[in-house]
């Protein structure tokens, strides 16, 4: 037995912040971010948004999709570095928004990777044959944690939402193979130092900014650089198959650098590679269901495709997922 994708589903804040936009609140220019991200544009969230409200829409359309009600739901796991509330888990709050049954619900952080590390999770708990249907969601709220007075980090995160149903398969499509792995050495690059155990909030940590993104540029770009390629090889070598039958790259959605150079390494031509960057930004655990779903929904991926999911965030973490359509 083996899991495949049912369906897919994302949602995207009404409101978009331009590059036009940021020149106004920092020292920046378009051509610098597009030069240095590919990002020209990203969507951002109302102050009242969650990352359960945000979630919501992108859950019900994936479910409408697969032909399911919430109560056909097994299993809910949510991948976010922005979760409502520090708990109960925005897994739970969305299940009872969802009016499903009693079933096990759950967040991971994973950063960037992970709605990867949700998906292979949601595949373990499948193939053991206790689980029938799961709903997968990486969803972030990045500009609520965003340093708007640091030009290196704010010209690149956005909002959004995706969704996945999972659930068995006796073909021979869904997922053929997966890789994860981690190294926390590296979690000083790229963290939020405040509002847990280590740091709790005060008037001070406030003021100093320190419930924001925090990140070393040039350090994390060589880490993601490495593992996106480590991930995609070693998911392919899982899945039983070669670089050359991959039909289709879904890369996380961080730097078009970094996507050009895993595209080159594994022979995937850029035509082949789903990009969502530069009108989405860097939306994080989002930033893969969303492509992901754009990809399903325009008719881009065929039934029989090999597709290629990777992806690297903070701890450092990478992983991916390789399935057939």
Same mark, same amino acid.
């Given at each position: 037995m083996r899991s495949k994708i049912l369906a897919t589903g994302s949602n995207l804040?009404?409101?978009?912040?331009?590059?036009?936009?940021? =020149?106004?609140?920092?020292?920046?220019?378009?051509?610098?971010?597009?030069?240095?991200?590919?990002?020209?544009e990203r969507r951002i969230v109302e102050s009242?948004?969650? +990352?359960?409200?945000?979630?919501?829409?992108?859950?019900?359309?994936?479910?409408?999709?697969?032909?399911l009600?919430?109560?056909?739901?097994?299993?809910?796991?949510? +991948?976010?570095?922005?979760?409502? %509330?520090a708990f109960p888990s925005t897994a739970c709050l969305m299940q009872n928004m969802l009016g499903c049954r009693q079933i096990p619900c759950f967040d991971i952080s994973a950063g960037c990777t992970g709605f990867v590390y949700a %998906?292979?999770?949601?595949?373990? %708990?499948?193939?053991?044959?206790?689980?029938? #249907?799961i709903l997968?969601? @990486?969803?972030?709220?990045?500009?609520?944690?965003?340093?708007?007075t640091d030009r290196s980090t704010c010209v690149l995160f956005g909002d959004g939402a995706g969704a996945a149903i999972l659930a068995p398969t006796d073909d021979d499509t869904g997922l053929l193979g997966s890789y994860w792995s981690a190294d926390g050495s590296f979690a000083p690059l790229l963290?939020?130092? +405040?509002?847990?155990?280590? $740091?709790?909030?005060? =008037?001070?940590t406030v003021k100093e900014n320190l419930h924001t993104v925090k990140m070393l540029g040039n350090e994390t770009f060589k880490a993601a650089v490495r593992a996106m390629?480590?991930?995609? !090889?070693? @998911?392919?070598?899982?899945?039983? !198959?070669?670089?050359?039958?991959?039909?289709?790259?879904?890369?996380?959605?961080? #730097?078009?650098? &970094?996507? =050009?150079?895993?595209?080159k390494r594994l022979g995937i031509s850029m035509d082949k590679v789903i990009i969502t960057l =530069?009108?989405? @930004? #860097?939306?994080?655990?989002?930033?893969?269901?969303?492509?992901?779903?754009? +990809? $399903?929904?325009?008719?881009?991926?065929?039934?029989?495709?090999?597709? !290629?999911?990777?992806?690297?965030?903070?701890?450092?973490?990478?992983?991916? &997922?390789?399935?057939?359509a």
């Open positions: 804040p009404a409101k978009i912040l331009t590059n036009a936009d940021l =020149e106004k609140l920092v020292e920046t220019s378009d051509e610098w971010i597009v030069s240095r991200s590919g990002i020209r009242a948004d969650t +990352a359960s409200s945000l979630s919501l829409p992108a859950a019900k359309t994936a479910l409408s999709r697969a032909n009600n919430p109560g056909d739901l097994d299993a809910i796991i949510v +991948a976010t570095i922005t979760p409502d %509330m %998906m292979k999770i949601a595949d373990a %708990m499948i193939t053991t044959g206790q689980y029938r #249907n997968v969601v @990486g969803v972030e709220l990045l500009t609520k944690i965003t340093d708007w963290e939020m130092p +405040a509002g847990g155990s280590r $740091m709790p909030a005060s =008037e001070k390629e480590e991930a995609s !090889l070693e @998911g392919i070598k899982s899945a039983g !198959l070669e670089k050359a039958d991959i039909d289709w790259l879904i890369p996380h959605q961080a #730097n078009i650098r &970094i996507i =050009e150079f895993t595209a =530069e009108k989405y @930004g #860097n939306t994080s655990a989002a930033s893969v269901p969303i492509a992901l779903d754009e +990809a $399903m929904t325009s008719g881009k991926i065929k039934s029989g495709d090999n597709v !290629l999911l990777v992806a690297f965030g903070a701890g450092f973490t990478w992983g991916s &997922i390789v399935f057939k």
